[in-house]
């Protein structure tokens, strides 16, 4: 359809499963300011080139020349505009005592008329006077064609002070009202009927500062707007901003920067936070703003974009009362909570303002100005790059690249540097001066007593006396009360029990493959009608247990203080406690807090029990009002300011309406009313047990949860378990598992701290009605429909009733639950012994006959209804053919892949037997997470091939070597998995035997760990940088991006259709897994069937479909299933399970013991010898399912394969009538229909186009020509610039693919750069190739690095001290193999993160440094940043600790630390020696590393250290992995028994 | 789950058997226990499988692996609740019981199943000796009354659901002493009479009254059943033998296995046997004809009586000593079973049809048989024919008739009541309802699946209660 048609600014309306709250976006971005406020016209051009050069950062579409949006915010060019209105009656005042408006008018006359008319009138209604208009001149030439429609009309006007005698503050406040008041005006014209005015937009409007911005591609921008050729336009500073959005929906209006503002990044818990910011509507009052404080709302303006909130919500803060700096300390604040190093005064400020406001949370990086200070600041996690140069002439350029100005010669910088993580950058003009961190800070945590008030206010829980405890309830009782509750036997034995045993959230295999709780016979809780939602592409996951110093759980209960009266601090006392999850005693402690507090905090419980007795007349829905209703009045009435919701009084006679229900009625109710924050709301429940319920009530507002029941059933556990545990470490196990889960849920989402999840809402609901959710849990998206009140309502009093009921069964036990194993009174499973055993009957013994009876089984949706798709029929209203005219099985098979499991998780025979089955066939199999064994690339002498086509790249990088990578047909970049998304896993020691090692290029027995985030995916940007590197590496692979349903995850897909991807996967939650906690497994992600769907409707609509191709995988098992699948628009389907039990799996669900007694998914020996499986019974699974597709189509009319994809009106929706939940359910917005775009297929029809042919290493490539085919030598130079990316890959991939892992020999290839790389730098860098840079680079360089070498060293004309600037970017060395890398001088983030086997040196480091390593050498000459070697199973480190603060900034939870002297230093041993055996010869194997880093680079510093060595050695530290340490340990006595053994290191 | 490494360390081990020789001596169980450690350490064995197969493969889903655990860790009263809550008498399923769950254990697949019903014997035996077994006596009493026709073990665990659920059971049998099959047919050796009288007393205590000597349909009527009771459960059994309509069927000496057994159990229970009617084996060659559990029992039955010599004969060729287990597992497999009584002497002969007995004053002496072969036809379905020229014949002095029951009495109650059949002969209802065309009629058990292993007799038992409670009172707590 034509975008025009649904909205006039750009964005499509809601339509099928698209919703465009859902888009994205990320970016290159910065600032330039001249230092001394001198206003130059070149500033203009210079950020105008910097957007220019971060070109491959944003993104094209669809339509070749709209860009996703590019703009700057400039100091208001007063000269400029006193010279043009010379001539004009209009007269300016001086600067400052005037304010501009930059607006966005509607295109249609009338329109823009009525928004001119209501910004005159706002003006005049605020009291300050119009000086006049101007219009805006615009070459709408340069405007692509999609975009040229819907510009809108361009013009500025100039407002000053009117009668009052204004300051400047004030006068910008009264700006700020008047382009509040405009929209209000416009939109109460027509007596409050609702009209759009999305075509409205006061872009800017200051007295300082203007923005210029639109949908244009950056280089366009300047030929816009025609002003900026005038010579007298200028500006000391600018921000920039090029915009990467996971769409091709014009929208000018989101296109940055914001008023103050441009972000890079995404703030996860927008939703929370707006809705945090409405709670204090009624709250706040400002002695500043006053009575205008009335005027401004809605404070956050209608948006789907999280940075044009975050700019309302610091606006509002700035207009408060507070500076730009310290409104954005409040708002992203450092992590200061865990962080013992920092100044107390600052931390008590941070915990001062943690009560008044949430962190918004998220990776960003952030630029903003006033127009006097401009200034940069990175959230606490740093995830996003920002380098900044200084130059001799007070130039300051930050930007998320280095060399982003092609002619800043060398000499005239004095300074290279980045921002850190939670640190800001500032330059104020008016002071002249770069104010560092550390002084700008210092001041603004002193301007008030933050410790005293803290002091004063703080009451912190767990100081407070034990208070007495409620009794418990007796045995039977208990057991009623479980039922009442819920409970079932599962949650005893997989929840309850492992958690106080293991003291963490228990872990499981396989997937899911139970109905959705609205399709389901039994009573489901609440609970399971939502799914966790998680960061993919568009921002990163967290590791909260490696990077915990991010992370926090402290919450404060109770009501906050005014946000915008910072003066009244100290007042409102505060309670805190550490983590959410309170024992039976807290509560108590709670519940009498007004005698340990006198009286400033009181909590008042409200039950949330009803009696049965009425329960014909008592509906759940004036339940609620009655109970939010009787709150708001304890409120107003001001008798309580903590309220307890408790479920305590459930009985024989009281039913308790599920607390969540209640929860999130209460939270939203006081939203509404703007009390939220007068009152701290605490849920007192024996519903919640589990990591997902806890999760579910602190995401819709609960402050702290006290599950009652879990303790007094951990009581009785313990009671029979047979090892001996008392109460207290039972219920501290728990809480610490409990509460571990629930960090490793927020950290799915990218969430560091309690307080930013607790009301964020990071769900989807899956099943419960849109009237029941825009009531209840406002906000939520909800796209199938499903139960409503009533439902819920007969659900909770069935529970009742079985609980304190005759059921024999229920009478001494609990239900058997049967989720997670297959139960016959349980949940219905779709994989059963009948549906396995027919399956496996029919491919052993090739009958078609029998798969005919499986997959009746499986698709018989008339007793039980399984899974959404069970609810659509085909269509009966088209002709059948005969089916000797449909497409032959051999075509459709091809369409085919296995589903990607690693070698680690399945053995070695289950694993080749998918692939040569694949290979038979013509369709895919996929290697997995953790690479492939080199001998499976060739083929076997009968033909056969073990090769998988389809070489996986995971967040460890594993085994991802540039042979690897040049062996596949495709490259699947794995962001999600269905068990378990955003997740990261771990392999422990015992599983990494010597074959998995050597495939994973690791040592034996050391545990592997894959992180959360892929290192160098933060952002779609990011994700777009790794599709270019991996086709550079093998540019004909086609590149695929593995992503997870959930809602808008269509809007990700089309991000990731932006970025190149030649192919993108959508995998339902229902795959499997080898090892996820079960939280994870039952409760995140949602069904294959809504995002597929999503994903096709959003490529569809953006004109983005047919130039990649979509795969849907999870849980497919027949023909019907792919039929479906293609009809809601997939070209490929993936099976995993399905072809695994055709192999011989059973479900045992035992994958995570290594005791899979069939030996499919098992490492051990002697349980691999019962592995039966034969390439032949997969062929005979995917020739059954083709078959079977090949009868569907038939039966449709289709004959090719192409005309099924996306043809929805071969699906009806039936319904489930008769069902007493499923009846409403509604899947029509999964089969809406939808028009082409520009005469688009609906399906995969065309290749990308990567641009490939840019690259620099066409002409390397060309130049190597000789050294490639005859490892003839060559040396030569060349220049280089950030936009020459991922220099290196194809040439190795070409040498790779010739010469395998081992490529040419040493220094067959050398290769002098100069000039500013951009990034991936060397990335895959093959053996026999040297790259030396003089000058600097950007972010991953040596990603991957497969024996190549790298040295960066600064220009020869730089003057900086090259140890304390930066030289290169975050991430490097990510996932290297093999090689080595030189780096003269400190670099950011994340070095040698997750490192194989490269030996590197550098000269200092950010924040965590040699995370995850798991190989190789690294050296350090200088500092390093906080959180080094956290996870670092393997290698080693040498760092230089001059100052001895290294042991602080080490994280010491996996390494430990010697000094080197201890070690001896005997010259006596070889090279091999000294590079083999880890454990010992360290002085020598140090100065041999440094001599060669001063050989490449001519590091002074390692000059200094070689020339004084005796003076330097006592200061360097060896960090060694203690498990590391440990296996090379054990490996050196088998080598004394066995001569043979040979020893084998990582990287070797 | 018991251990988790537990099946790659532990071999299975099974309750032993009284040797052969000594035990054809008498008609006692000659089971020997296994140490309740042993029995644990089998508990281990267990997988606990995410999809347990052998709880489906159970005919009443026995939750399998949670005892199992129970067992592993010594938690064995708990262990006997949960086996109660789906079987009513796991006892005699403990010991009669073909056992399809241990067929069906993923351990099976390529080693030795768990001792599934060793362990479920040991539970259940461990609880009466412990005197854990106690009358469930329900807590409410509704004014339902209903009739339970037949007090097999279909009948009794219909029973036993439907009075604790609180209704007022009448348990009618024709039969002088309650059991049905159970107590005549299954001979001692195999399961001592005793458990039964042990559950009637529970029953009894329970509200079950038991009508001996009440052949509904003759003694007494169904007009007075329909007045007395507001639901009448037919549990009767498939009584019905198939014949071998053969020239010289009517020779003395040539018998039903039924007749046979159930005159050998009256006689162990004491009671004194008319000789004129007496059967016995002694002294005799015997051939049983068909290669069932019933002919076994005749094969054992005959060797402890003092048999010269026993012959089983079977129709269908001798099936494989293993099964194909690729291509049977989870399922039943077709295989080669030899039973206790089979290894106390006995020769079997496979693909043999009885074409006539022959007999010297009126008493049998002699079969004539000849061999078949079985050839899959073009539908699929496997086609008898006989080898041309391997006719041969057997002496016999006693020839007993096990081919199987095909299908309930209609003679009497059934004929009366003019109930629907199913084409075979059954009583017609589905395995939900269990509902029959008569109006507050149920069948469930053999009368209404057909001849089938007891363990489905109490399955389908309990599920009518079910339906009759619900039937009665609008729903049910009891368990499906």
Redesign the interface.
Known sequence: MSVNKYSKMGFPKEYGLYDPNNEHENCGFGFLANINNEPKHEIVHQALEIVHNLDHRGAVGADPLAGDGAGILIQIPDEFFREEFINSEIQLPEIGSYGVGMVFLPSNVKRAYLGIKAIEKAIINEGQELIGWRDVPVDKKVLGNTVKDNAPLIKQFFVKIGKENLSESQFQRKLYVIRKQSLSILENINNNKVVDWDDFYIVSLSTRTIIFKGMVLAPNLSKFYIDFQKKNFKTAIALFHQRFSTNTFPSWRLAQPFRYLCHNGEINTVKGNTNWMNARRFSMSSEVLKDDLKKIWPIIEKSPSDSATFDNALELLVMGGYSLPEAMMLMIPEAWKNNLLMDPKRKSFYEYYSALMEPWDGPAAMAFTDGIQIAATLDRNGLRPARYVITDDDLVIMSSEVGVIHNIPEHKIVKKWRLQPGKMLLVDLNQKRIISDEELKNDIVNIHPYENWIKNSKVSLSAITYETNKVPPEDSLLLDLQQAFGYNKEDLKFFLEPMIIDGQDPIGSMGRDIPLAALSDKNRMLYDYFFQTFAQVTNPPIDPIREELVMSLMSFIGPRPNLLDPKSGGKQKLLEVSQPILSNNDIEKIKRIENHTSGALKAQTISICYDKKNNSKLKFDELLKTICTSIEDLITKKTCNIIILSDRDVNNEQIAIPALLATSAVHHHLIKKGLRTKVGLVVETGEARRVHDLCLLAGYGAEAINPYLAFYTLSKIIRELPEEISEEEAYDKYIKSVTKGMLKVMSKMGISTYQSYSGAQIFDAVGLSSKLVDKYFCGTSSKVEGIDLEEIQKETENRHELAFGNSPLLLNDLDVGGDLSFRIRGEEHVWNPETIGTLQHAVRSANYNTFKKYSKKINDHSIKLKNLRGLFDFSKKTKPINIEDVEPVSEIVKRFATGAMSLGSISTVAHTTLAIAMNRLGGRSNTGEGGEETSRFKPLPNGDSMNSRIKQVASGRFGVTTEYLSNATDIQIKMAQGAKPAGGGQLPGGKVNDFIAKIRHSTPGVGLISPPPHHDIYSIEDLAQLIHDLKNVNPKARVSVKLVSEIGVGTVAAGVSKAYADHVTISGNDGGTGASPITSLLNAGGPWETGLAETHQTLVMNGLRERIAVQVDGGLRTGRDVVIGAILGADEFGFATAALISEGCIMMRKCHLNTCPVGVATQDPELIKNFTGQPDHVVNFFVFIANEVREIMAGLGISKFNDLIGRRNLLDFGGAEQHWKAHGLNLNKLIVPLEKENNEEFFNSRNQDHGLEKALDNLLIKKCKQSILNKKKISFKSKIVNTNRTVGAMLSGVIAKKYGHNGLPKDTIKIDFEGSSGQSFGAWLAKGISFNLEGDANDYVGKGLSGGIISVFPHRKSKISPEDNIIAGNTLLYGAIAGECYLNGVVGERFAVRNSGATAVVEGCGDHGCEYMTGGVVVILGKTGRNFAAGMSGGIAYVLDEDNVFESHCNKSMVELEKLSDFKNSEKHTTKEIQTDLLDFDVSRLKLIINRHFKYTKSPKAKLIIDNWDKYLPLFLKITPYEFKRALNERKQRLLINKDLPIKIAGE | MGK??G??ELDRVERSYEPAEDRIKHFKEFLIPLDPKEVSKQGARC???????C???CPV?N?I??WNDMVY?N?WKEAL??LH?TNNFPEFTGRICPAPCEA?C??N???NPVAIKTIECSVVDRGWEEGWIKP?IS??KSDKKVAVIGSGPSGLACAQQLA??GHSVVVFEKNERIGGLLRIGIPDFKMEKTLIDRRMSQMKLEGVEFRVNSHVGKNVSMEELNNEFQAIAFCGGSEHPRDLPVEGRELKGVYFAMEFLSQQNDRVSGKTINSEIEISAKGKNVLVIGGGDTGSDCVGTSNRQGAKSVTQLELLDQPPEKEDK??????WPMKMRTSTSHQEGCERNWSVLTKSFEGKDGEVSKLNCVKVEWIKSDDGRMKMSEIKGSEFSFEADLVLLAMGFVHPIHEGLIKQLGVKLTSVGNLEANDTKYQTSVNKFFAAGDSRRGQSLVVWAIKEGRQCARSIDEFLIGKS????
């Open positions: 988790t490494t099946f790659m997988m606990d499988c995410g999809i347990p197969y709880h489906q493969g889903n939750l692996p949670d860790n938690r609740d949960l809550s069906s993923t351990l697949i390529t080693d469930q807590s409410k604790r659920a690729a291509l049977t597992w989870p399922n707590d009891l368990p499906n």
